[in-house]
C-alpha cells in the first residue's frame, strides 16, 4: 500500500502532500521534513530506494521510493507490498501524464494548479492502491473532465440584470 506521496523542492518546501493513512498535520509536517533530508543528501548516483521507515513512519516495513526531476523531488513512502521497480515506474507515468497536462511540467504549474495535480494522482491512486496506470486511459478521464468543465462555463449565463441575479439567489436560498 502507499502511505504518502510527497512533492517538494530542492529546498524542502512541500509542493504536494498526499497522505492515505492519517496522520495529524504536525506529524505531516515532520514526515515531510525528515523524508525532505533523507533524500536531498543522497547523490545522483545512489539508488533510489531506502529501506527502513520506521525512522519516519514508525514502520520497519516502510520504504522510501523516489525519483530527482530538475527541481523537485517525487516522493512514495510505500510498504513491503509494494514493488520498487513498479513504483518508480508509477512515478514516471506520473510525470508524463503531467508533461503532457502542462506541456513540460515545472514547479509553478504545481503551485498554481495543484487541483488539477490532484486530480490525475486521484485518477492513478485511491486509498493507497494503484486503480490505474495506464496513460492513455488517464489522459482520455482528463479530457473528458475538460469538456466537463467547458460545458458548465458555457451554461452560465453572461449578461445578467439586477432582477435575474436576485431571483437566482433567492431561489437557491429557498431551496
Known sequence: MIEAVLIFNLHGTPRLSKFYRHYSEQKQQQIIRQVYQIVAKRGEAVCNFIEGGDTILG???????YRHYATLYI????DSSESELAILDLIQVFVEILDKCFKNVCELDLIFHVDKVHYVLNEIIIGGLV?????SSILQSLEEQKKLEKNEINKVPVKLDYYEIMTILNTRCHN
Do not use: E
Request: hydrophobic letters at 50%; a neutral charge.
Open 59 to 65: 514502520d520497519k516495513s516502510l520504504k522510501i521510493i
Open 131 to 135: 486503480i490505474d496506470n495506464s496513460m
Open 75 to 78: 516522493v512514495f513512502c510505500v
